[in-house]
C-alpha cells in the first residue's frame, strides 16, 4: 500500500520561498501522476501542481509563474518550491500521486503571515 508523507510545511513572511517534499517510501505502481493541492479555511480543495509520466508540469492559476514542481523519481520524492508567497497561500497543501490507486498525502500546514 502507498503511503505518502510530506514534509517542509512551516510559517513563512509575505514574500517569502518555502518547498515542501512528498515522499511514497518505494516505487508507485501503475504511476500516471504526481501533484500538489491545496485547501484554505472555508474554500474548495484546488490544484496547484502536477506532472505526468509523460508530460508536464501543470500548474494551477495561483501556482502559475511562483510555484516549481519537480519529481525526483530515483527518490521517490515530489517536490513544490514556493516563491513569492502571499497570505493568500495559506493553506493546508496535500500531495496526490495517481497509479493503480489514487493515494493523497496527510496534509501539511503552510502559513504565510507577518
Known amino acids: 500500500q502507498v503511503q505518502l508523507v510530506e514534509s517542509g510545511g512551516g510559517r513563512v513572511e509575505p514574500g517569502g520561498s518555502l518547498s515542501l517534499s512528498c515522499a511514497s517510501g518505494?516505487?508507485?505502481?501503475?504511476?500516471?501522476?504526481a501533484g500538489w493541492y491545496r485547501q484554505a479555511p472555508g474554500r474548495q480543495r484546488e490544484f496547484v501542481a502536477s506532472m505526468s509520466s509523460s508530460d508536464g508540469p501543470w500548474f494551477g492559476d495561483p501556482a502559475k509563474g511562483r510555484f516549481n514542481v519537480a519529481h525526483d523519481r530515483q527518490k521517490n520524492t515530489l517536490y513544490l518550491h514556493m516563491y513569492r508567497l502571499t497570505p493568500e497561500d495559506t493553506a493546508v497543501y496535500y500531495c496526490r500521486f495517481q497509479g493503480i490507486t489514487d493515494t493523497w498525502g496527510q496534509g501539511i500546514q503552510v502559513i504565510v503571515s507577518s
Open positions: 518505494g516505487d508507485v505502481p501503475g504511476l500516471i501522476s
